[in-house]
Structure formats: structure tokens, C-alpha cells
């Protein structure tokens, strides 16, 4: 049985974002209407590998929007939907279907490329390129110059569908508990501050981090490298453990001992101490080939690997068994290969197909009867709280894409328990923004007393998340069934590094070990050096799918009664992201490629300086009569030689302000490339209660994470806040049965840690 089996989606988007959330929902059966234009110059072979990717598992309707009767058929598909999926309200009016989405069973999710107030940009339709740069994300990219950096990836395309996909199912659950549908947004602002959220969280008037640090970034052990060979690996040396080991197994202990450092390893990625100390670093790996090195650091279970190219990763044994790579017998094209579904389940296996050949929606039915309970409707849902209220789980682990999962589940109303060792989830100071709306249990689950506590605690949820290596959780006396023999209604959830099958399948890794394995690095750099993205696409996107997945498993076990076991990993979310470059078939056209301090594709989509700052635009073409109208005095002759060159010129002694009137005059999408200084004083985003503002116990004033989505009928409206290490231990114990007495007693004792509030302290950037 497939978990979504019974529920009937109309897909009305055209964009990645929307096309993306409703695909995962195909993979996991839902039965799905695309609705595509009646357009004799749309063939099957005209479709880029993006439109292949983010459509499969559809039933294509052709429907011709100035006809009654194509409208009609529309509109019935629409009344007996459970979901109808669009890119923002005006599309539900242009097809008609305003009086359809008014029922109190329907659910509807819109994708707006911006904001609901809609894009500030020409044109106003999805561009992740100028979300990128309009968000902050680009500037904060490390390179040579400092300059704003341009993604070859759309991941923020691929964070916001995953997301709203997730928040679909969410209130799918809820109306399935109340009898209630909702609208749902989930709109690129959502996007941005789901990816870029934590790096918001910053002072107010503290200046930006200067990023020409090159493009890898700052820490030393955490980047890559090239051997005497020329062949580039990647160390993930990350954190206190891992750190110290690369530098006792490379014998480099006396950079410890140098009175810059003064015996400080994180003093060895700071901002006065970084290039001198990969410049040592660079010099001592250039004398042994690559895999001298990844010998050494695998050996001692360090994260280490090789950097490939994406073909490379795609064909690979871990992408193929561990089921990322599949192929599908497209009806036009023939076969297909493609990514698989990010999610894996023994019970509800997805499938993935490819998108159906097209007919008429007149033709079109929905598959048999709809299964769905909607629901007695008969207890109103709480008024705050998120679609998920009332569910509780806990979270294992440490660093981002598990932790960071939790905390997205807290902000659908999920009460999220992290569970931390004595000493605390090393990354709980620099990613504090991703353990918000969590409560912390310390304890030591190397103590039998650590074990137990933990298992009482566990005997109250529904959910057990962890992003632990393969095993752990079964040698700690936790896995899933052991759980399950406790409780049989528990779903467990994992999200690993390379999945639970396969070669690589008990292997350590973090996001830039992906990136570096997948090929994305080689592919941000073209022809220049690999670049380590700054911001960790791998593991946000990760915890999105580990979220979607926690979803999808919920309710199935709501509808059905059975618990089960899924999955997630940091392969699967570098094999989602590259997925149009990835796909293979006849005639398909190349993938993407970026190069040094990328600042875009071609000279009408990328990035220019100004005088005050920097501007992204877009655009197919340069009109030359329209930018001279608008006061970009360019010169035909010029932009035919060097399109690039004579742009910059003119775009050079405006200030930002003046360079986007004048291009918006001229009929060019283009926003600022701003810095996340000026980002967070966006009165935009606090209105649309993306960002709010918090005070640490100093009195200074930050800017803080608020909402990552929109719910009309079961809004979260308390305001999520990071825990300190053990400061919810003594409640979760006594509320799973502990005595007072007995919890002081392992607090003494060393096995459980208490403590109070977070205090939050401020890092400086670590990548």
C-alpha cells in the first residue's frame, strides 16, 4: 500500500517550487491532475529534464483556459479533490476555481514565488536566482572577491516545494483528527528563511562577515584539498572530535602551539588565522597523492572522500542500491533515468513513474473512490498550536539536518524532546536557531540509569527521530524494534549520511562531504576551483525530507493503525537537488555549470556591482531601445561583442535604488543582492511575520526565526525558542513517572544534567 493511496490532488502550478511539492506527493500515491495548457508548440521533446524531473507521476490534462466546457471539467476535478495545488490566489481565480476552494474539507497550498504582496521584481513569476540574491543567501556565499556568489543549484526551488509538500500532509493529518481543510502557504520568503533562517539570527548593527575567504570557506579541516596528484579530496573535520584528529594524524600539533592559536582549535578557523593555516595545510597534502590521504583519514573514521563529478555519483553502487537512481519508460521519450524518491519505506514504498501522456480533462477521472477520512469534524482544532498539536516525539543527535528536521516538526506543532548527551549537542551555540521549539533532556545514555530514563521518557511519543550512524540506535537499546516492542503505535525516523543500504551505508559524513561526493562542488566551480557552498543545501534540504517523511508516516498510521520505520539521508537530498542535471534520456540538453565567483549563466542573468552595492538580473534578452528609453544608454554594437562588458558599464556608476528603477523601466526583473544586514531590517518580512525580533538576557536585540508557513485553520502562533542543555530534564522526568527524589539522584549521581535557559551567544562564521 502506498501511504498517500486515496487522495486526489489538482496541480494547477507551473512552477518548480509547486510541480516539486506535488510530485513527492505522486511518489507516495497520491492520484494527481496536472492541468497543462492545449498548445500545438508544446511537444513532449520541447520539456527541459526540470519539467520531466518535477512532474513525474502525473496525469496530464490539456485544457484550453478560454473554453466553458474545458473550465467545467476543471472545476468538477476541483470539488472532488482533497488538494488543489497553485502558484498563488490568482491563479485559482484565472482558472475559475475561487467557489471550489471555499468548502471547509478542501485543502489548498499555494507556492507564490515571494510573498503574498507578490514578487518585487519585473514580471513577478518564480525566480530562485533573484530570490537567492533578494534573501541575502548570495552574499553570504565565501569567495575570492567578497562579491555575491550565484548558485548553480535552484535549491531554494527544491527547500520551498519539499517544505510545502510537508505542510500539505500536515494538514491532511489535522483534518483527518478534526474534519477540517485549510489553506496552506508556503511562499519563497518561507523558502529563504527555512534555508537562511539560523544565519538571520544575528545582532543588530553587527557588521557583515567579510566573505573573500575563497571559495572553501574558512576552516582549515573542513574543506578540500588537492594531492601531489591533482586529484581534489574533501576532510570533514568538523567539530572538537573530528578537528583534533586531523590534526594529530597529520602531525600538525605545533600549529596549537603557535601564539595566535594559543591551544584554541577553533582559534584555527578564525577570521586572522585561516588562510595562513590552509596555506600550511595546502603545502603539507600537495606532497602525497589524494588517496594517501583518504586512506589515512578513513582509517581513523574521520569523514573523508574523493571529489567527484555528478555522472559520477549518479552511477555510482551507493546510488543505485540504495534505490536514488531509477529508470522509468516515459511515453514520448522511451526510457528515462531520473532520481528515485528521497524517502524510503519498507511499508509504504514509494514509486516513481513517469508523467502520464496527455489528453483532453474532459477525458480525465479521478481512480476509483476516494479512501480518505475527512474526519467527524466534531472537536475543533486548537486555535494556535500548528496542524500537528498534540503529537510528541523525540529527537536524537547532533549538528544540523537531524536536529534541524525536529525543529520544523516544532513549528508544525509537533512538542519535540532533543535529546542530548552531558556535554550537549556540539552545534547547540552555532545553530542555537535550529533547536527552536525544542525541550532539552540531558543524559548520559552510556549509564544503564541514562538508558532507562531515556525509555520512559520515549514511552510518550509517537515519533523517534535520530540522524545518528547506522546502528547506534539499536546498540544504545533504541532502535525501532525495541521501541516498537514498547510501543507499537511508534514511528521511527533516520536521517543518515548516505542511506541505510549500500557501501557507503555506515558511513559518517556531513553535508560538504556530500557535496564534495555528488558533484556539486565540481559543478559550482566549472572550470576554476571546486567551491564549498556556505550554507549547507545537503542538510536543509535533508531535514525538510526528514520532516516530510515523519508527515507521510503519521498519516498513514492515522488512516490505517500501522507504525513503521523511514527514512531520509544527506545522498538522497544532493541526488534531489542536481535532479535535472542528473536525469538522462535522448536529445536532453547539458546541465548546469558554474565557474570562479559565479555571478550567473550569461550576461542577462547574473549578478553586476554598483556603486553602493550590487544588483541580480533576468532577463532573455537586451532591448536595446527600451534600456536607452529607461536611461541605460547601451550600444547595440557593444552588447554583440560583449554583451557582459557593456552592461556593467552602464549599470557601474548607478546606485542600487537608480540601477532597479531604470531596469525595471526597461522591463527587467532585477532586485539588490542584498546583505543579511539589510535583510533583517526588511519591514516586509516582519510584517509577514518571516522575521521577528528577541533580546538576550545583555538587553541587545536580534533578529529571530518566526513563521516558516502560513495555515489558515491551525496557525502556530507561540513563538518557538532554542532550550539550554538539560533546562526541560527535570519536567520530562517527572512527567514520565520519576519521583522527585529519584531525579535528584541522577542528577548527582552524573547521569542527567538540568540546567535553565538559553543564553544565546553570537559565533563568528565556521565555513
Not at 572577491?145 to 500539505?168: F, I, K, M
Not at 562531504?513 to 572550470?527: C, F
Not at 532591448?623 to 547595440?636: E, F, K, P, Q
Request: charged content about 20%; overall charge negative; some cysteine.
Amino acid at each position: 500500500m502506498t501511504a498517500l493511496a486515496g487522495i486526489r490532488v489538482l496541480d494547477l502550478t507551473s512552477s518548480r517550487a509547486g510541480s516539486f511539492a506535488v510530485s513527492l506527493l505522486a511518489d507516495f500515491g497520491a492520484d494527481t491532475v496536472k492541468t497543462i495548457p492545449r498548445d500545438p508548440r508544446l511537444s513532449r521533446r520541447s520539456l527541459s529534464s526540470d519539467w520531466l524531473v518535477l512532474n513525474r507521476g502525473k496525469r496530464l490534462a490539456l485544457v484550453d483556459p478560454v473554453s466553458a466546457s474545458d473550465r467545467a471539467s476543471v472545476l468538477g476535478l476541483a470539488k472532488g479533490s482533497d488538494v488543489i495545488a497553485a502558484d498563488d490566489r490568482q491563479a485559482l481565480t484565472r482558472a475559475g476555481l475561487d467557489e471550489a476552494t471555499e468548502t471547509e474539507e478542501r485543502i489548498v497550498v499555494l507556492t507564490p514565488p515571494y510573498a503574498n504582496s507578490g514578487a518585487p521584481w519585473f514580471g513577478g513569476g518564480e525566480s530562485p536566482e533573484l530570490l537567492h540574491a533578494i534573501s541575502g543567501l548570495a552574499s553570504y556565499q565565501a569567495s575570492f572577491s567578497g562579491a555575491p556568489v550565484d548558485a548553480v543549484y535552484p535549491y531554494l526551488t527544491y527547500v520551498q516545494g519539499a517544505w510545502a509538500a510537508t505542510c500539505t500532509v500536515s494538514a491532511l493529518i489535522a483534518r483527518q483528527r478534526w474534519g477540517s481543510g485549510q489553506t496552506v502557504v508556503v511562499d519563497g520568503l518561507h523558502a529563504a528563511n527555512v534555508f537562511g533562517g539560523g544565519a538571520y539570527a544575528r545582532p543588530v548593527g553587527e557588521p557583515d562577515p567579510n566573505r573573500a575567504v575563497g571559495p572553501g570557506g574558512l576552516n582549515p579541516m573542513y574543506t578540500r584539498y588537492q594531492g601531489s596528484d591533482g586529484r581534489w579530496f574533501y576532510i570533514g573535520g568538523l567539530g572538537p572530535k573530528f578537528g583534533a584528529l586531523v590534526i594529530k594524524l597529520t602531525g600538525a600539533d605545533h600549529l596549537l602551539e603557535d601564539s595566535r592559536v594559543g591551544g584554541e582549535l577553533e582559534r584555527l578557523w578564525h577570521m586572522d588565522n585561516s588562510q595562513w593555516v590552509i596555506d600550511y595545510f595546502e603545502r603539507l597534502y600537495a606532497t602525497r597523492p589524494a588517496d594517501h590521504w583518504i586512506d589515512l583519514f578513513e582509517s581513523a573514521g574521520v569523514p573523508v572522500t574523493p571529489l567527484f563529478e555528478r555522472a559520477e555519483w549518479f552511477g555510482g553502487e551507493q546510488v543505485v542500491v540504495s534505490g536514488q537512481r531509477v529508470e522509468v519508460i516515459d511515453p514520448v521519450l522511451g526510457p528515462v533515468v531520473m532520481p528515485g524518491a528521497p524517502v524510503t519505506s519498507e511499508l509504504t514504498p514509494a514509486r516513481v513513474a513517469p508523467a502520464s501522456a496527455a489528453i483532453p480533462v474532459g477525458e480525465l477521472r479521478w481512480l476509483g473512490p476516494s479512501t480518505v477520512s475527512r474526519g467527524s469534524g466534531k472537536v475543533s482544532p486548537p486555535m494556535s498550536g500548528g496542524p500537528l498539536a498534540g503529537i510528541r516525539m523525540a529527537s536524537f543527535g547532533s549538528y544540523v539536518a537531524g536536529p534541524y528536521a525536529a525543529c520544523l516538526l516544532a513549528e508544525l506543532g509537533i512538542d519535540v524532546i532533543k535529546v542530548e548527551p552531558l556535554q550537549g549537542d556540539p552545534w547547540r551555540l552555532q545553530g542555537f536557531s535550529g533547536n527552536r521549539g525544542t525541550r532539552s533532556l540531558s543524559v548520559d545514555l552510556r549509564r544503564p540509569e541514562g538508558v532507562d530514563a531515556v525509555r520512559a521518557v520515549l514511552g510518550g511519543c509517537d515519533v523517534v527521530l535520530n540522524n545518528f550512524r547506522l546502528g547506534v540506535m539499536d546498540r544504545l537499546g533504541i532502535g525501532h524494534d525495541q521501541l516498537a516492542a514498547l510501543n507499537p503505535e511508534v514511528l521511527t525516523v533516520a536521517v543518515t549520511a548516505y542511506g541505510e543500504k549500500g557501501p557507503l551505508a555506515g558511513k559518517p559524513g556531513y553535508d560538504t562531504v556530500l557535496q564534495a561526493a555528488s558533484g556539486m562542488m565540481l559543478a559550482q566551480g566549472g572550470d576554476d576551483v571546486p567551491v564549498t557552498y556556505s550554507l549547507p543545501p545537503n542538510d536543509y534540504t535533508a531535514a525538510v525530507l526528514g520532516a516530510f517523511a515523519t508527515v507521510v508516516a503519521l498519516l498513514h498510521r492515522d488512516r490505517t493503525g500501522q507504525a513503521q520505520h523511514v527514512s531520509t539521508s544527506l545522498a538522497a537530498a544532493a541526488t534531489v537537488l542536481q535532479g535535472p542535471d542528473l536525469a538522462d534520456y535522448p536529445e536532453r540538453s547539458p546541465g548546469r555549470f558554474g565557474g570562479r565567483d559565479f555571478p550567473g549563466p550569461t550576461a542577462t542573468d547574473r549578478i553586476y556591482r554598483v556603486t553602493d552595492g550590487f544588483v541580480r538580473i533576468q532577463t532573455d534578452e537586451v532591448d536595446s531601445a527600451a534600456w536607452r528609453d529607461a536611461g541605460l544608454d547601451v550600444t547595440a554594437a557593444e552588447l554583440a561583442a560583449d554583451a557582459a562588458t557593456e552592461i556593467s558599464r552602464v549599470l557601474l556608476p548607478l546606485t542600487v535604488a537608480e540601477a532597479l528603477r531604470r531596469l525595471t523601466a526597461a522591463h527587467v526583473a532585477a532586485v539588490p543582492a542584498r546583505r543579511f544586514s539589510e535583510v533583517i531590517h526588511d519591514p516586509l518580512l516582519h510584517e509577514q511575520g518571516v522575521l521577528g525580533w528577541e533580546t538576550v538576557r545583555s538587553g541587545a536585540r536580534f533578529a529571530a526565526v518566526s513563521r516558516l508557513a502560513s495555515f489558515s485553520g491551525t496557525p502556530q502562533t507561540n513563538q518557538l525558542k532554542a532550550p539550554g542543555l538539560g533546562e526541560h530534564s527535570h519536567e520530562l522526568l517527572a512527567a514520565a513517572g520519576y519521583e522527585k527524589a529519584h531525579i535528584d539522584e541522577l542528577v548527582a549521581e552524573g547521569t542527567v544534567r538540568t540546567g535553565g535557559p538559553l543564553d544565546v551567544v553570537f559565533l563568528p562564521p565556521y565555513r
